[in-house]
């Protein structure tokens, strides 16, 4: 049972990891808008999932060295690599820059709804778990 509900938790925690990284590549973009030969970028959600899926259990740890034994040791791991793809424009600007702001907003609104709607599953999931654990 917990061993289904682990695989379950990394799933959806690897999935909020993804639609973070997304959000603020989108928020980078909409903050570029005015930005002259800005290049609108974004990441394939479906295909970024899948690897840090599979690579979950091939985390590369970030050492922290220290100067004195007293310090406490911490591994972090590493973000994954986003293969960043280049958004291409419906319509070309004058100063090459290829953000179409009404797409980005769009794209970045889904995101956003499709990111709670992961915390809010996960919320009521835990939920569920307490209430069978506190009822024995």
């Known amino acids: 049972m917990f061993d289904k509900l682990d695989n379950w938790v990394n799933f959806h925690s690897q999935a909020l990891n993804v639609r973070e990284t997304r959000q603020n590549i989108l928020a980078a973009n909409i903050a570029n808008g005015d930005t002259p030969n800005y290049q609108a970028r974004d990441i394939d959600f479906k295909a970024e999932l899948t690897k840090a899926i599979k690579n979950q259990g091939n985390v590369n740890n ?75």
């Open 62 to 136: 970030i050492v922290l060295h220290t100067t004195s034994n007293h310090h406490i040791q911490i591994s972090m791991p590493m973000p994954t690599n986003q293969n960043l793809l280049y958004r291409i424009p419906y319509q070309a600007s004058a100063d090459g820059n290829t953000v179409e702001m009404d797409q980005e907003r769009t794209v970045f609104i889904d995101n956003s709804i499709h990111y709670q709607s992961n915390l809010t599953f996960l919320s009521e999931q835990f939920k569920n778990v307490m209430s069978v654990l506190q009822q024995g």
